[in-house]
């Protein structure tokens, strides 16, 4: 495990071991991951943490329930727990105000914690955003309900990406081993058990407390993201008054690895705009 690149510092936060990477140094920047099986913080962002730690300190922390994080045998996995967790992680790092940058699931939660813990966040950045009411997708519903084959982690990684030549039986490989590693499946199964359209209501944030956000906030969306609609991000930035909206074509759910070097660019000159 130790040449596992998947795994950086380990901080207790709330009782509990959590695996994070720190890397860089200036104004801080929290990155929280989606929700695909056996996703980890860096394999979320492995593109991203480089990019951005050239400018700002960079924190992209396994959220309970993922990656090498600890996974106590008591946890509700809901947004109450993922929001505490992130508040006591950024507690133990001694950060008092940050910006986040969610992807899927993790912009649900970005949301939930600048909703709840507006003084705690600088800026906001939305990546393909879980947090408002939509249908279940047949692709997110294919994502919460994966079990594990090399077969099924195929058919995800094409629903994924617009780029299927990043869709190699190697990545496929290596995606499949993360998902089966002790601890993972058990953890992912217990959190989206059908019906699932329940898990999409569970993490909307109301939409006046969406309205009433106002910190800047750049939102992102792949064209032919086939795992959440398009339409989310649309009415986010008809919620949030201070907002932007950039859209990539020919781009699917990993607007950070189909187009890491813009979306690099885009979210660090959005980070490093004066306020």
């Known amino acids: 495990m130790a040449d596992n690149v998947e795994i950086g510092k380990s901080i207790v936060t709330g009782g509990f071991?959590?695996?994070?990477?720190?890397?860089?140094?200036g104004e801080s920047v929290l990155l929280i991951h989606g929700s695909g099986p056996g996703v980890t913080a860096w394999a979320n962002w492995r593109l991203t943490i480089p990019a951005l730690s050239e400018s700002f300190r960079v924190l992209a922390p396994d959220m309970v329930g993922f990656g090498y994080t600890e996974r106590p045998e008591d946890v509700t996995y809901d947004m109450d727990t993922w929001v505490n967790h992130a508040i006591n992680f950024l507690n133990e790092?001694?950060?008092?105000?940050?910006?986040?940058?969610?992807n899927s699931f993790g912009g649900a939660l970005a949301l939930a914690i600048t909703t709840r813990y507006p003084q705690r966040v600088s800026r906001l950045v939305l990546m393909g955003s879980v947090g408002?009411?939509?249908?279940?997708?047949?692709?997110?519903?294919k994502v919460w309900g994966y079990t594990p084959s090399i077969e099924n982690m195929k058919e995800l990684l094409d629903i994924f990406a617009y780029d299927r030549s990043l869709v190699t039986d190697d990545l496929a490989e290596l995606r499949y081993q993360a998902s089966i590693r002790p601890g993972f499946q058990e953890a992912f199964s217990a959190m989206f058990p059908e019906p699932r359209q329940r898990w999409v209501e569970a993490m909307s944030i109301p939409e006046q407390a969406i309205r009433d956000?106002?910190?800047?906030?750049?939102?992102?969306?792949g064209r032919e993201d086939q795992v959440i609609p398009l339409n989310n991000s649309l009415l986010l930035f008809n919620l949030i008054d201070n907002a932007q909206l950039h859209l990539f074509g020919r781009c699917g759910h990993w607007t950070q690895i189909e187009h890491a070097e813009e979306f690099n660019r885009i979210v660090a000159t959005f980070l490093g705009e004066a306020d």
């Open 17 to 25: 071991n959590t695996n994070y990477h720190d890397q860089g140094k």
């Open 93 to 102: 790092v001694e950060i008092e105000k940050t910006a986040i940058i969610g």
């Open 132 to 141: 408002v009411d939509f249908d279940l997708t047949d692709g997110l519903d």
């Open 213 to 221: 956000i106002v910190q800047p906030t750049l939102i992102i969306h």
